[in-house]
């Protein structure tokens, strides 16, 4: 039986290192899972205090540089490279919050995917539309587009693929598809994938919380949940990581 991953997007949170600590702290004293992968992607100046405390779970950052794998000119970036020596496990790309605020497009993130399998690290690709573009129903098209990033790094791709389908419009508002959507969405996903000789395992994200997270733990075609909102206090985190764990059980 394949594992399901929880995975907790920190993004800008939270505002102090004994903050972070305390939150990490809590995640480490999780009971033990078996089933379930858990893992945090604190912002950079926090990825110590998730380190510190690592136990069981695994440790990613929310961005990587995309002109380097290794060291170089280049001010205010940090390297896959660098990470990885860290103890950094995996890192997060294509979020649409990157896509949107720092336009990242398919080349800059090809070149990120490229840099992180180069150093080792896994990823944790995000796709998904926006209200408007589900609106027109082009969840389907969009998503073409931008796994289309994945045709260029095929060689370098050893295991599985995790890619988080994440509708921009689930994103930090309390709304989500029905389960029928997402299952549709995520069998398509896993079936693009597979045409290029991949295997994927597809996370949901968006408004999981650890009251709707047994709803999508049912299914078995959501192996996982990528949680911004609900990651950030160690209980709601950890009940949603206990709901995938128990979906097998
Ligand atoms: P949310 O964020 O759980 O707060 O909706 C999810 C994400 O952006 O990864």
New binding site residues.
């Given amino acids: 039986m394949s594992k399901k991953y929880v995975i907790g ?1 920190w ?1 800008l949170n939270p505002e102090t290192q004994a903050q972070a600590d305390t939150l990490a702290g809590q995640i480490s004293e999780q009971a033990a899972l078996s089933r379930c992968i858990l893992g945090v992607a604190p912002s950079f100046v926090h990825l110590s205090s998730a380190l510190i405390h690592k136990s069981t779970y695994w440790v990613g950052s929310q961005d990587v540089a995309a002109k380097t794998a290794t060291t170089g000119a280049f001010t205010g970036d940090v390297s896959a490279g660098q990470l990885k020596s860290l103890g950094v496990d995996f890192v ?1 790309l294509g ?3 990157r896509r949107q605020y720092h336009a990242e497009d398919n080349r800059i993130l090809a070149q990120k995917l490229q840099c992180s399998l180069q150093a080792g690290l896994k990823v944790i690709f ?1 796709v998904g539309e926006t209200q408007q573009q589900y609106d027109a129903k082009q969840t389907l098209s969009v998503l073409d587009e931008q796994l289309s990033v994945f045709s260029d790094v095929l060689q370098q791709i050893q295991g599985a693929v995790l890619i ?1 389908y ?1 509708p921009v419009w ?5 709304l989500t598809p029905t389960l029928a959507e997402i299952e549709q969405v995520h069998q398509y996903i896993k079936d693009k994938l597979n045409q290029l000789g991949l295997t994927a395992h597809v996370l949901y ?5 650890a009251k709707n997270a047994a709803q999508f733990a049912s299914s078995p075609l959501i192996d996982g949940a ?6 950030l206090t160690a209980q709601s985190f950890l009940d949603i990581a206990q709901a995938f764990e128990q979906a097998f059980e």
């Fill in positions: 997007n993004k997060i979020h649409s919050e995000c988080a994440e689930a994103i930090g508002t309390g994200g968006g408004s999981v919380n990528l949680v911004g909102g609900a990651s």
